[in-house]
């Protein structure tokens, strides 16, 4: 990939150059070069599938044995979820699949539901919506933080956060909440390209312990950052969090938005393609909450994480990373499928910014 975009820089200056260059003969022996560049670049785009396959083994094998981190446990039923489960999958925007480890087991999706909810609202109502009732800024505090409503305007701040996860919730245009929930599963499932399951034993046990969100959305409602009634919102959004998926549907879903927002199974588009770059500037900006700016120096991928142990990952044009482990580190983020992602990214260098091996 070094070579692929080195090739793609060379090829754009040949043709600037081409443009302004004077002799025939000078001309044609650019144009010649220009097609040894371009055939060459153009093969050298494409990562070939054993490739992919080979790093997704080495991705899986080289962090299988990772104990560090725990389950979360606030919410009390993810603290049983089998902590040694790992799985790994590269989905193409063309649809290939090449997986490792325990990519069938289903968990709750949390919060990697949150930027297809934000994407729900692009597609209904415009990115504006989503940067003027909700915000796009990074808040530079952990997922659930209360104090980001009280420090920022915003008060939800941005969609990928538990405050403005909640707003967008709420934001989603329905009539009441059995439409609103509707609207929240298909979209999600649209991006899975099939059917998934509410956990319903996660539903309870969140609903049951959320005094903290239930906290953030009546204060949301009070300054007038949340656009439905607070229970409805949060209820409905506990009930996204508990989504079960696995760790393929999550490949898909990341496969769509590196799709310019088609889901290569279906066919079917979930998100205009004018709005792709603005959801994936959100998810790198504030994916992994207050862990962002990490993550983006070492991966340099737009993604997200839940607590459940899931993360995907966008390379935008391409492909998704996706990985599932429940242990978390200490901003709620899967210890072992970050280890995994970032592997991967860097050893097919496709970080957004650059090549970016590991050392
Ligand atoms: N449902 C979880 C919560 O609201 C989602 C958090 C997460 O995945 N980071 O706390």
Same mark, same amino acid.
């Given at each position: 990939m070094l070579i692929t975009i080195n090739g793609v820089k060379r090829m754009y200056k040949n043709y600037v150059f081409f443009g302004l260059s004077c002799s025939n003969i000078t001309i044609r022996f650019l144009l010649v070069l220009s097609l040894g560049v371009l055939s060459f670049t153009s093969a050298a785009t494409q990562i070939d599938g054993d490739k992919m396959q080979q790093v997704v083994n080495e991705a899986y094998a080289k962090f299988k044995d990772v104990k560090e981190g725990a389950n979360a446990n606030? /919410?009390? /039923?993810?603290?049983?979820?089998? #902590?040694d489960l790992f799985g790994v999958v590269i989905v193409t925007k063309e649809g290939k699949v090449y997986s490792a480890g325990d990519v069938g087991y289903r968990f709750s999706i949390q919060s990697v539901s949150k930027p297809f909810t934000a994407a729900l609202i692009m597609a209904q109502q415009g990115p504006e919506a989503v940067r003027e009732k909700i915000g796009v800024e990074p808040t530079g505090m952990v997922f659930n933080s209360k104090v980001a409503v009280e420090l *920022? &305007?915003?008060? #939800?701040? @941005?969609? %990928?956060v538990n405050a403005g996860a909640i707003a967008a919730v709420s934001l989603v245009k329905a009539d009441n909440e059995k439409q609103r929930w509707e609207l929240i599963n298909n979209n999600i499932q649209g991006f899975a390209g099939e059917k998934l399951p509410v956990l319903e034993e996660v539903y309870k046990s969140e609903y049951e312990t959320a005094w903290g969100n239930r906290g953030i959305a009546n204060n949301l409602y009070n300054y007038g950052?949340?656009?439905?009634d607070p229970e409805e919102a949060l209820r409905v959004y506990t009930r996204q969090c508990s989504i079960g998926v696995n760790t393929l549907n999550l490949g898909v879903m990341g496969a769509t938005l590196a799709n310019?927002?088609? @889901?290569?199974?279906? &066919?079917?588009? %979930?998100?205009?393609a004018a709005h792709v770059p603005e959801l994936l500037a959100i998810m790198a900006t504030?994916?992994? *909450?207050?862990e962002s700016g990490e993550w983006m120096f070492n991966a340099g991928l737009p993604s997200k994480t839940g607590v459940g142990g899931g993360v995907v990952s966008v390379v935008p044009g391409k492909f998704a990373i996706a990985a599932f482990s429940p242990r978390l580190n200490e901003a709620g983020n899967s210890v072992r499928a970050m280890r995994a992602i970032r592997h991967i990214s860097g050893e097919l260098g496709v970080g957004l910014y650059g090549p970016n091996p590991e050392l």
């Open positions: 606030y /919410i009390p /039923i993810l603290d049983t979820v089998p #902590s *920022y &305007e915003a008060r #939800s701040v @941005n969609p %990928m950052r949340l656009y439905a310019g927002g088609v @889901n290569p199974l279906t &066919e079917k588009r %979930m998100l205009p504030a994916g992994f *909450y207050d």
